[in-house]
């Protein structure tokens, strides 16, 4: 038997779950008087709060504060764009002057290699493909978690 007292946290663990709370705490509980009135008060608060109405806005608050932020501005992607554009722009003026030295390497490799090189393509898009969808499943499960908390 635990001769010390529970603290707060205990004794509130105790009373919120109490399958959570150890047998020798529930022991000390049932024995100690100064413990079980502690649980009392803190059962009587747990039960106010639980009963307590939900404060409620006689207005629209998501409208006010809706019409308080600013409007976000959607600024044109031109980084990106150049980006991109400067991109395909290095692989086409890489094929055009390359090309006899691209052709002369494609034809000399042998099947095998090729094929080799087009599967490990292939799957390293496969597994990025499938990040990328493991990735959006979590960032949705963790938005929809911050709305159904926020309700
Ligand atoms: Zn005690």
Partial sequence: MITAHLTDAE???YVAEPE??????KIHIQDCAN??????????LFNGIHDHAKPRFDFDLT?????????PKRAF??????VSG??????????????????AVIRSAPLLLMATAITAAVVILIFQALEMVKNHQKQIHTLLNAKTLQL
């Fill in 11 to 13: 004794i509130q663990l």
């Fill in 20 to 25: 959570m709370t150890s047998d020798q705490l």
């Fill in 35 to 44: 413990c079980q009135t502690m649980a009392a008060n803190y059962q009587l």
């Fill in 63 to 71: 409208s006010l504060v809706l019409e308080q932020l600013p409007e």
């Fill in 77 to 82: 992607p031109w980084a990106a764009i150049m």
């Fill in 86 to 103: 400067f991109s395909v722009l290095l692989i086409v003026l890489s094929s055009i002057f390359l090309w006899s030295i691209l052709d």
